[in-house]
């Protein structure tokens, strides 16, 4: 069963989601950390015109969007995990 979990656990830490838009780019990993943040030189020449808000904006919406296809990401894995080793994890809850 331990071997399982750390199997479970090395299927989590090998996911990685990558998500883009307006010259950010930004890559989640299965447990919701960020692995990078990339800015183009385009959207950093925005923000010293003065649109700081936009990308506040931006940031916070890429940074989002990432996180969430990487917890999709996740939940997938993790359902096919569990349907294909469900029986030796069954000891868990008590079945």
Do not use: H
Request: with cysteine; net charge positive; hydrophobic share 35%.
């Amino acid at each position: 069963m331990r071997s399982q979990a750390k199997r479970m656990q090395a299927e989590v830490n090998s996911i990685t989601a990558e998500y883009q838009n307006g010259g950010i780019t930004v890559v989640a990993q299965g447990d919701c950390s960020i692995q990078s943040i990339k800015i183009s030189p385009e959207t950093w020449a925005e923000v010293s015109s003065g649109k700081v808000d936009r990308f506040e904006t931006m940031l916070f919406n890429v940074v989002n969007g990432a996180i969430k296809k990487a917890r999709e990401e996740t939940q997938m894995r993790m359902a096919k995990f569990l349907q294909e080793n469900g029986e030796g994890l069954s000891s868990l809850f008590g079945k």
